[in-house]
């Protein structure tokens, strides 16, 4: 394409934008409410996929092993269970060390009640592992293989916690793609009048246009061009917006409410900001490019 | 050269439009299709502009046959054809300049293409003077020169011109006329739906009579007569 041409494709569809401008700006506020809405449920998102993840960190899986085996046998066992790709991390605690534990929790302060045990260790045997996982959701399958296990006595678990954390990630997911699916429908449906018009305003012009011989390309190309105009002004809006909200919500929340901070650190913006950018710019173009390249095949039939 | 056989057109609604056409037109030719409304003459042109299909036939032109002709091809077919309307069709936010450049530049024309040609073209139809001018600035015998203009600038072998004076006055008809057969003599053939039987009979070129979608008459140095 000659650039002569590039720039007049790009002259005539900003003309377009300005014919109907109300119709524009109808079809740029609806994607700006859609990639808002996005900005806004991937911020949400990320958030809580950075809490569940740390909360799935600190949830384990306590195996116990067969009272006959020695601590070399349990450690040698434990090296073999830790292969298993699902495993992020473990933590071996001895007979001894779960004693002193339990001394420590449940004894502190009346230490003498513990002396009548003496050396003999009430919890002789129960040496274990403290196996965290890399996704909460493969719980169920790693349970199963450690209790076929030889040697492995006892599989202590939390399934309500896991699937809590689980289900509550996706409940999230599917909300923000159906609320964010019906919005882009909507822009789609919006952008698509909006061309339509446009459409309409140049009728006398492409009927000219194919009777010389231009390609469906040089007529569609305009059209085209409002539409990702419209798609990149629709989402640049709401991406200036979701900086401004994002950097005084998390100031506001962690000023007034000191218990979140405590509970959990905010994503810094500097970290989402730039996939969201991306992500936004493309369904803005996405949107824009494809509501305008399908709405204007009808009108290239000759 | 343009060769229409045997050809028919029926449209969906059942209206035979075309019956067994039959037409050579030589290059160079001048060919004025008259008849009456409904003969027929704008259903042809639009199967030489290959806006619609032949129910049945066969046309070629300059070597090209239409009905083979695959649906990607048929812009740069078109841009070996000028095309010239009754209503003028000018894009009125645009001057006059504009407006010849305008069929330029949308097949991608060079700027400096465009430079060369467009006050060269306008000179020819006698507008150097008015290029800034906008349509609704100007008579209907002007805007239709500006119309040829822009038929001309991609130098088609085959100029279409559907009732090009249908709208003008006798004076402005007679310029027009006299235009088109200066084009004609510059080697273009030029093809004219009219109504104007005064305006046939004073040019005496080869004249096709239509009626009801039949050929009923095709005269070198014909002449039109009242029915």
């Known amino acids: ?302 | 050269m343009i060769e229409i056989t045997n050809v028919y057109k029926t449209y969906d609604t059942g209206n035979k439009a075309l019956r067994n056409i039959n037409i050579t037109i030589e290059d160079g030719e001048f060919v004025f299709i008259i008849g009456r409304s409904g003969s027929g003459k704008s259903t042809l042109l639009k199967l030489l502009l290959k806006e619609v299909e032949p129910t049945s036939g066969k046309i070629v032109v300059n070597d090209m046959n239409l009905g083979k002709m695959p649906r990607r091809y048929v812009p740069k077919y078109r841009r070996r054809l000028g095309v010239v309307f009754q209503d003028f069709r000018l894009l009125k936010d645009r001057n006059v300049y504009e407006n010849v450049a305008f069929a330029q530049r949308v097949i991608g024309a060079s700027p400096r293409k465009m430079r060369e040609r467009v006050p060269s073209m306008l000179q020819m139809v006698g507008l150097s003077s008015k290029y800034k001018s906008f349509p609704q600035q100007l008579s209907g015998g002007e805007q239709q020169r500006v119309a040829i203009a822009r038929a001309l600038i991609n130098r088609p072998e085959v100029l279409l011109a559907d009732e090009p004076t249908g709208n003008l006055d006798h004076h402005n008809a007679i310029e027009i006329m006299k235009l088109l057969d200066k084009i004609n003599h510059m080697g273009t053939t030029v093809i004219v739906v009219t109504h104007s039987n005064e305006l046939v009979n004073l040019m005496r070129r080869r004249v096709i009579t239509m009626d009801r979608g039949c050929i009923v008459s095709d005269e070198e140095g014909g002449s039109a007569h009242e029915n």
């Open chain 1, 1 to 302: 394409m000659r650039i002569s041409t590039f720039w007049y494709c790009l002259k005539e569809g900003v003309k377009n934008i300005c014919r109907n401008v109300w119709f524009s700006l109808a079809s740029v506020a609806t994607i700006s409410a859609c990639i808002f809405l996005f900005c806004l449920f991937f911020s949400i998102i990320v958030n809580i996929q950075h809490v569940v993840k740390n909360a799935e960190g600190t949830i384990g899986i306590t195996v116990f092993f067969d009272e006959e085996l020695s601590e070399d046998q349990i450690r040698q066992l434990g090296e073999r269970i830790g292969e298993m790709p699902q495993i992020s991390d473990m933590e071996f605690t001895s007979a001894e060390e779960a004693w002193e534990s339990m001394k420590n929790d449940y004894f502190a302060g009346h230490e003498e009640l513990a002396e009548g045990f003496a050396d003999d260790n009430p919890l002789a045997g129960s040496a274990s592992y403290q196996i965290f996982l890399r996704d909460i959701t493969t719980q169920d399958e790693v349970v199963e293989a450690l209790r076929q296990t030889p040697g492995v006595r006892q599989v202590n678990y939390s399934n309500s916690a896991a699937e809590g954390l689980s289900s509550f990630n996706a409940i999230i997911g599917i909300l923000s793609l159906v609320i964010i699916g019906v919005l882009l429908a909507v822009s789609v449906f919006l952008i698509s009048n909006t061309i339509n018009v446009a459409a309409s305003f140049r009728k006398n012009e492409n009927e000219i246009m194919r009777y010389i011989g231009a390609t469906n390309y040089m007529i569609r190309a305009p059209f085209v061009v409002e539409g990702l105009v419209i798609g990149l002004m629709g989402a640049i809006l709401p991406l200036i917006g979701t900086y401004f909200l994002y950097l005084r919500a998390v100031g506001y929340l962690a000023a007034r409410f000191q218990i979140i901070s405590r509970i959990f650190q905010f994503l810094p913006l500097s970290l989402i900001f730039p996939y969201m950018t991306a992500v936004a710019v493309l369904l803005g173009l996405g949107i824009g490019f494809f509501a305008s390249f399908f709405t204007i095949r009808k009108h290239l039939k000759v």
